[in-house]
């Protein structure tokens, strides 16, 4: 079990860039598979990137691709998302999530996940 914790989100306009941290406790981040969620209000909670243990592959929606861009830091059991070019339609709580295995867009198929933080991007 790993423990998540977002931040870096924020309220900006359209165009503008954020980055989202997750920071993890425990020993053994760099075995775990990441992934980055969101929902918006009335909506579920949708895939957004998704990066490899080893930081090797990384999986984008296409809403997203070549716009957000997701890494981590192994040393410092971190993830990030790059969001460039937000859009209004970005805004949602986005959470980051963990898992062993294989790569998902699922997230029924996470353990662990985050409590959330809010990208609100306005026109």
């Known amino acids: 079990q790993v423990q998540l914790v977002e931040s870096g989100g924020g309220l900006v306009q359209a165009g503008a860039s954020l980055r989202l941290s997750c920071a993890a406790s425990?020993?053994?981040?760099?075995?775990?598979?990441m992934g980055w969620f969101r929902q918006a209000p009335g909506k579920e909670r949708e895939f957004v990137a998704g990066?490899?243990?080893?930081?090797?592959?990384?999986y984008y929606a296409d809403p997203v691709k070549g716009r957000f861009t997701i890494s981590r830091d192994n040393a410092k059991n971190t993830m990030y998302l790059q969001m460039d070019s937000l859009k209004t339609e970005d805004t949602a709580v986005y959470f980051c999530?963990?898992?062993?295995?294989?790569?998902?867009?699922?997230?029924?198929?996470?353990?662990?996940w985050g409590e959330g933080t809010q990208v609100t991007v306005s026109s």
């Open positions: 999530a963990a898992r062993m295995g294989a790569h998902t867009t699922k997230p029924a198929e996470y353990a662990d």
């Open positions: 425990g020993r053994f981040f760099s075995t775990y598979g």
């Open positions: 990066i490899t243990s080893s930081g090797a592959t990384k």
